[in-house]
T-cell receptor
Framework: KAGVTQTPRYLIKTRGQQVTLSCSPI?????VSWYQQTPGQGLQFLFE???????NKGNFPGRFSGRQFSNSRSEMNVSTLELGDSALYLC???????????FGPGTRLLVL | QKEVEQNSGPLSVPEGAIASLNCTYS??????FFWYRQYSGKSPELIMF????GDKEDGRFTAQLNKASQYVSLLIRDSQPSDSATYLC????????????FGKGTMLLVSP
């Protein structure tokens, strides 16, 4: 069974730009969660989607948004990028709950 | 603020020894608890999860949960150099959602 895939793997942007990251969950998984990982803050929850609905949201500004499509693929968007948005963005999928939440390889975003 | 705390380490153990990794959490209503392993430059991979007080064993790994003390631990028996990684404790504080609150991780170094 194919794992969680994320594209692109690496991205360099400049301040003020926007970026869209994509995540394809494991086949059959309906829940997709996004996390931001930085050396200082560790892994922080961004949001979770289940059956195209945002089920939960972390404490991030409105510049961070996401969506989920009918095939469970998910995208997250960050508008008006700031230097502090440089991080590893991880997507995790699970069938329903967190018991079998599997992470993708991540997208490493560098904002200059 | 609901938190998960881990000693950042590094925890250094010789090959063949038992490594003991600890985690405390602040939310008494937490339902399920997870241990992830993250190699440098890679994404987290699920080792095991535990729901009930007591021990749960999976190969060389044993997770221990004490809800009264709000304490979770991971024991790694017969530690190998390949176990050298950062170990992340994660807690599901909102049953029904996939949201995980992560500790910042403990770095484990196993020397040959």
């Amino acid at each position: 069974k194919a794992g969680v895939t994320q594209t692109p793997r690496y991205l360099i942007k400049t301040r003020g730009q926007q970026v869209t990251l994509s995540c394809s969950p494991i086949s059959g998984h309906r829940s997709v969660s996004w996390y931001q990982q930085t050396p200082g803050q560790g892994l922080q929850f961004l949001f979770e989607y289940f059956s195209e609905t945002q089920r939960n949201k972390g404490n991030f500004p409105g510049r961070f948004s996401g969506r989920q499509f009918s095939n469970s693929r998910s995208e997250m968007n960050v508008s008006t990028l700031e230097l502090g948005d440089s991080a590893l963005y991880l997507c995790a999928s699970s069938p329903i709950g967190p018991e079998t939440q599997y992470f993708g390889p991540g997208t490493r975003l560098l904002v200059l | 603020q609901k938190e998960v705390e881990q000693n950042s380490g590094p925890l250094s153990v010789p090959e063949g020894a038992i490594a003991s990794l600890n985690c405390t959490y602040s939310d008494r209503g937490s339902q399920s608890f997870f241990w992830y392993r993250q190699y440098s430059g890679k994404s987290p991979e699920l080792i095991m999860f535990i729901y009930s007080n007591g021990d749960k064993e999976d190969g060389r790994f044993t997770a221990q949960l004490n809800k009264a003390s709000q304490y979770v631990s991971l024991l790694i028996r017969d530690s190998q150099p390949s176990d050298s990684a950062t170990y992340l404790c994660a807690v599901n504080m909102n049953s029904g959602y996939s949201t995980l609150t992560f500790g910042k991780g403990t770095m484990l170094l196993v020397s040959p």
